[in-house]
């Protein structure tokens, strides 16, 4: 090949450079990042002192805690609801104004929550509206980020997250000033005037495309392939190569691309297969990659319904990285008949589902995540049946959360400098909190549970950062409403089936170690199909390698 044809097919010109629009990694995402942190600290900062606030006024109604139970209950099932639920309304909304409408029905039920006289009115406001507006604020929030950054994500959600603790954390503090200074319900309203700040939070939440930036590309396009013929007399009318003048020497297959040499991939016959891609996403459709300057006088009908329906999805060929110039087996598409109950899973994208990666993800999260909560709940309760002091525990919960906030702010300052998996922070924090948990029953002494409870703070951080990342990573930008929707709804099922559970066990036995060995269950829920998942995907990249 001439050195002319050489360079038209392994570089471009400058002039014929062109460019391509990508999300900024900073820029607005800062203020995206702010608004994130200011809705989850109006939303769910004053979630842990909930009993504080209200424990004279149910005690005044003669109900006891346990409606707190049943209000946390209704916020719980509701939110999970609300937060399926949002994938529909985002058909229709764009994600700022789903966020504002969250925004204004949590600041609604804040403003009610004054004049609330009864249980069931609490209900109603704390549990059912509140719960609703934060069903609708989370996904728009983790997806409004997510889509602002792509390389920095670790890192800035380290700082939300470490910020949203750090105002958790001296909550109580201030809680019990306002009671002091202006009684319950003056301190209902300086709550609905936090909770308005979600607001403004929801605002900030900008569609990326206002502030993408432009990046130089390599001189490609993107054409898709007609269905292979059903029958052999058609194959030439199909000959894409033929077609479009472009020989074999012009191509490079994708299937053993770091070790096939361009001498090997002349003597392929007819056109060249992709392999199924274990580090990258699987491409929706065939896709060819040619030079700018070829003809492509293709003889198939691309205004198709088929593919202008799966067009979007053509994109996902960035994920494969630059191979030059890619030639993809054309492949059938087959446009199934819709029948009633496939017309709803499409609308409420339940086809996510037949994604069983996705689903080892959610289950695997939605256990952990519930175990964390419920133990670092169960926690003090435990504390303070081992005999120790109102000081001690006061001292053990503090260490928890200093170490918490401590390892977030190391995982922000490490997500600066190395690139790390969203998912093996899970997989750690999740494998060594139910370790560590095994162990902190073990003790009944002040010094070994105040070291353990630190350790499992600072492990804490893993699971709540990598948390809505991971699933980001896994998925589409634009299938993530609908991915984190349905796990809230999976973890809502949980935290009404299970908690429960364990709850009874708990007082049937009266022993809190049998809770805390369940809950380390929960933990090994996700991590044993993490590891059957990664051994599998190691045996088929092996395989892939040696054929």
């Not at 010109?13 to 702010?34: I, N, Q, T």
């Not at 003889?299 to 999805?313: G, H």
């Not at 060995?517 to 395989?543: D, H, Q, S, Y």
């Amino acid at each position: 090949m001439s050195s002319q044809g050489k360079s038209s097919l392994g570089s471009c010109d400058s002039d014929e450079k062109k460019y391509e629009l990508v999300p900024p990694e900073g820029g607005w995402g800062y203020a995206v990042c702010v608004g994130l942190s200011v809705i989850f600290i109006a939303g769910t900062a004053h979630q842990p002192v909930f009993g504080f606030i209200y424990n004279d006024f149910l005690d005044e109604l003669g109900v006891g805690t346990g409606a707190v139970t049943v209000v946390y209950g209704v916020f719980q099932v509701t939110l999970a609801i609300a937060g399926f639920s949002s994938n529909i309304v985002l058909k229709k909304l764009s994600l700022r104004q789903v966020g504002l409408i969250g925004a204004f029905i949590y600041t609604l039920a804040s403003f009610l929550a004054i004049f609330v006289s009864s249980t069931t009115q609490l209900i109603v406001t704390n549990g059912f509206l509140q719960g609703l507006g934060m069903g609708l604020l989370i996904p728009v929030s983790y997806t409004s980020f997510n889509s602002y950054f792509t390389r920095k994500k670790v890192l800035y959600l380290s700082l939300c997250k470490a910020s949203i603790g750090l105002i958790t954390m001296v909550y109580p503090l201030f809680i019990k000033f306002t009671i002091t200074e202006y009684g319950f319900r003056g301190t209902l309203a300086i709550l609905c005037a936090i909770s308005a700040h979600s607001i403004f939070g929801a605002l900030v939440m900008q569609p990326v495309q206002w502030h993408m930036v432009k990046r130089m590309k390599s001189c490609e396009k993107i054409v898709l392939i007609p269905p292979t013929p059903a029958s052999e007399d058609n194959d030439s009318k199909f000959d894409f190569l033929k077609a479009n003048n472009i020989t074999r020497q012009d191509t490079k297959s994708v299937q053993n691309i770091y070790t096939k040499s361009y001498e090997d991939s002349q003597k392929e016959s007819g056109l060249l297969f992709i392999p199924k891609l274990t580090d990258s996403r699987r491409l929706s459709i065939p896709v060819v990659l040619i030079p700018s300057d070829a003809r492509t006088d293709s003889k198939f009908n691309s205004s198709d319904n088929v593919y202008l329906e799966n067009l979007f999805k053509a994109a996902s060929v960035s994920s494969l990285g630059n191979f030059g110039n890619i030639v993809v087996e054309p492949m059938p598409i087959i446009k199934n008949k819709e029948g009633k109950w496939q017309t709803i899973a499409e609308y409420l994208d339940l086809t996510l589902l037949k994604d069983l990666v996705y689903d080892n993800i959610i289950l695997g999260m939605s256990m952990t995540f519930f175990a964390d909560l419920t133990f670092f709940t169960l926690e003090p309760l435990f504390l303070d049946k081992n005999n120790l002091s109102k000081a001690e525990i006061a001292n053990i919960i503090a260490v928890g959360g200093a170490t918490d906030m401590t390892a977030r702010l190391l995982l922000g300052i490490s997500g600066q400098f190395f690139k790390l998996n969203s998912r093996y922070m899970f997989y750690a924090g999740a494998l060594f909190a139910a370790l560590f948990r095994l162990v902190f029953i073990q003790f009944t002494t002040y010094l070994p549970m105040l070291i353990l409870t630190g350790i499992l703070g600072a492990l804490r951080s893993l699971v709540h950062i990598a948390q809505p990342i991971v699933m980001a990573e896994h998925v589409p930008i634009e299938q993530y409403p609908p991915a984190y929707g349905l796990y809230m709804l999976l973890a809502g099922g949980i935290s009404l089936s299970v908690g429960p559970m364990i709850g009874f066990i708990r007082d049937y036995t009266g022993s809190y170690v049998i809770a805390f060995v369940m809950l380390a269950v929960c933990n090994f829920c996700c991590v044993i199909p993490w590891t059957i998942e990664g051994i599998i995907m190691f045996v088929k990249r092996r395989r892939s390698r040696n054929t």
